[in-house]
């Protein structure tokens, strides 16, 4: 058997939950009267996105993407592909996009451009995570829970080659 590194507790779910619930207070005082369309980011968003839905109080759609950059390694391959794209139009909505941590900013940059293309009323970011020492593409993010360190992140549905997903804390490996 192969042996696992062993994850530290960067944040806790204590403070992921007041994180969540501050960003839940934000989203909710801006798009007061609207009916947003959540567009989350597989897989590593559904957990963060689900605890986010569940205390905003708003009439809302949700939808997912999934894309890839990353393989079986630690480093982005810098070619991102979409594997699961949108169920629904977007043209003229209101779209928060949810993900879990923006990293190199490729990804993500990949994403909202071609969302762009889309022509929505309007496009916002919403990212749990930030780790702004690996960025290559500068992204703005609109609702930010934690900057973290560069270090490789896993836990609260972030994986490493599909492991540690299940950790309850953000944790480092």
């Not at 949700?62 to 480093?75: I, M, Q, R, T």
Request: charged share 25%; net charge positive; proline share 6%.
């Amino acid at each position: 058997m192969v042996s696992q590194p062993q994850p530290k507790t960067l944040i806790n779910r204590r403070e992921i939950a007041e994180a969540v619930a501050k960003l839940a207070c934000e989203i909710n005082c801006d798009y007061q009267g609207k009916q947003p369309l959540l567009i989350g980011i597989l897989k590593g968003s559904f957990v963060f996105m689900a605890d986010l839905i569940r205390q905003l109080d708003l009439p809302l759609e949700v939808d997912f993407v999934k894309l890839s950059s990353y393989g079986a390694g630690k480093e982005t391959s810098g070619k991102v592909r979409v594997v699961q794209g949108l169920k629904t139009p977007i043209k003229g909505r209101d779209v928060l996009v949810i993900e879990d941590i923006v990293d190199s900013g490729i990804t993500i940059s990949f994403l909202l451009d071609y969302l762009k293309k889309k022509a929505p009323a309007s496009l916002k970011l919403c990212a749990l995570l930030d780790k702004p020492a690996r960025h290559r593409i500068p992204v703005s993010i609109d609702y930010l829970g934690f900057t973290v360190p560069d270090k490789f992140i896993v836990g609260y549905g972030i994986d490493f080659n599909e492991q540690f997903r299940y950790l309850p804390d953000i944790c480092t490996i």
